[in-house]
């Protein structure tokens, strides 16, 4: 069945008169036929993405019909660590530094300067450097002996080193020449002459002054005709034997105060009498 067309055209040769009532009604018959066919005879739709799947760096598509393509490899990123930060050096972006306690990633391709600075940029407002993670700065001290034991060495934070234990009475002799002697950590097991020729004078401190550990036993000895005299400071505590005194007897009296509690000293010897 064709069309009938009243001219001529791109479509052919036409009648050159009306269509008669027929000719019309075959026209849009045709048409519906054709449409009839496309609406009952589609192809079937082409096969899809279903889904996407990752494992690990592989990437892998999915298809509707069941089949799949790949897997691909991801390009992955990988971090460079080039250690300590070092002056007028090549980095790139991803070098993974340390510097002022840090650990930084580079972010932007440059020489670095004369010195760190973190929060330096490429001149465009653009950082050189991203913090990753803020060292703890109480780490350990390296070395040590078997046997050692971390002690503080100064006020500061974090100031510890390396110490052998201290065995009474030998490993510490010090002299004590004025008359009065100020105790430190440095006599926790020592074994202090007491040489000065007007006696010595040693205060116990209070323990927030000075907390020395318990059981810390520091021993004196008298040198010459004065007495060695123990004093106790503002809260502290020194327990002597009955009718004696804190202090040394004679000359080449040894006396001994020993922490037994907070504040708390026992002291015990060759003492004066009261």
């Known amino acids: 069945m064709a069309i ?12 050159g008169a009306n269509l008669v009532a027929g000719e019309v009604d075959s026209n849009f018959y045709d048409l519906a036929q054709r449409m009839l066919t496309v609406e009952t005879d589609m192809p079937e739709a082409a096969v899809s993405i279903a889904y996407f799947s990752i494992s690990g760096s592989q990437f892998t598509v999915h298809m509707t019909d069941g089949s799949q393509q790949g897997p691909f490899e991801l390009p992955m990123r990988a971090w460079n660590f080039r250690g300590a930060w070092l002056p007028s050096t090549i980095y790139n972006v991803d070098d993974v530094v340390t510097a002022n306690g840090g650990t930084y990633m580079v972010l932007v391709n440059h020489t670095s300067g004369a010195t760190f600075n973190p929060d330096a940029t490429d001149g465009s407002g653009n950082p050189l450097y991203g913090l990753l993670l803020e060292n703890p700065a109480n780490v350990l001290p390296p070395g040590g002996e078997i046997g050692q034991y971390l002690v503080k060495t100064d006020t ?35 074994y202090v002459r007491c040489v000065n020729a007007a006696g010595c004078t040693i205060a116990i401190p209070n323990d927030t002054t000075l907390n020395f550990p318990l059981s810390t036993e520091i021993s004196f000895r008298q040198c010459t005709s004065a007495a060695v005299i123990l004093t ?12 004696l005194l804190t202090k040394s007897a004679s000359m080449g009296g040894v006396i001994t105060a020993k922490k037994v509690a907070a504040n708390t000293w026992d002291v015990f010897g060759l003492l004066g009498v009261t």
Do not use: C
């Not at 009938?4 to 479509?11: M, P, S």
């Not at 052998?164 to 490993?171: A, C, E, K, L």
């Not at 002799?173 to 105790?183: G, K, Q, R, S, V």
């Open 232 to 243: 106790a400071g503002s809260g502290v505590t020194l327990n002597s034997i009955d009718g």
């Open 156 to 190: 500061p934070d974090y100031a510890i080193g390396w110490q052998t234990p201290v065995i009474f009475p030998s490993q510490q002799l010090l002299e004590a020449p004025n008359p009065t002697y100020t105790l430190t950590f440095n006599n926790i097991a020592s």
């Open 4 to 15: 009938v067309y009243r001219t001529d055209g791109a479509w052919g040769t036409g009648k």
